[in-house]
């Protein structure tokens, strides 16, 4: 039984324009054309002694240049070294209850994207009475507070 080789991914393109120093020739068609500037950017980015470089090349590597171009900048550029980048992840959604942001976005009427701004600002108090009004109960409110200073 034949083994189907697994096509390339971003850490692949990563290493082979750090530590690897894999040309764009020797990638296979179908590797080049998963490379995304992008995302190649988001996780040089990541690794603090590159940050300011991706950030000048940034300008250039999406829009202006092909792909190949972009993958050619990083490998001449970049020096042959191995390093860890730490993913650094986006605020977390989830940040109160759903039934608490939709109650707020309620009584406000206001979005609940900018009901959970307003969250950010009230205190625990300010939402206990907002609670109140609308009838939950003790229960309900110890719950749907979880987490509010």
């Not at 996780?43 to 950030?55: A, I, K, P, Y």
């Not at 090349?57 to 970049?78: A, D, K, S, W």
């Amino acid at each position: 039984m034949a083994e189907e080789k697994k096509g390339a991914t971003i850490f692949d393109f990563i290493g082979g324009v750090t530590d690897k120093k894999k040309e764009w020739s020797k990638w296979s068609e179908t590797d080049q054309k998963k490379f995304a500037p992008f995302i190649v950017n988001r996780w040089l980015s990541m690794r603090m002694e590159f940050t300011e470089l991706v950030n000048e090349f940034q300008t250039y590597t999406i829009g202006l240049l092909r792909p190949q171009e972009t993958y050619r900048l990083y490998y001449e550029f970049l020096p042959a070294s191995k390093g860890f980048a730490k993913y650094i992840k986006g605020k977390s959604e989830d940040k109160y209850e759903k039934d608490l942001v939709a109650q707020i976005a309620e009584h406000y009427q206001v979005s609940k994207s900018e009901a959970t701004d307003y969250l950010d600002l009230l205190d625990k108090t300010q939402c206990e009475r907002i609670l109140s009004m609308y009838g939950y109960s003790d229960g309900e409110k110890k719950k749907l507070l979880k987490g509010i200073k």
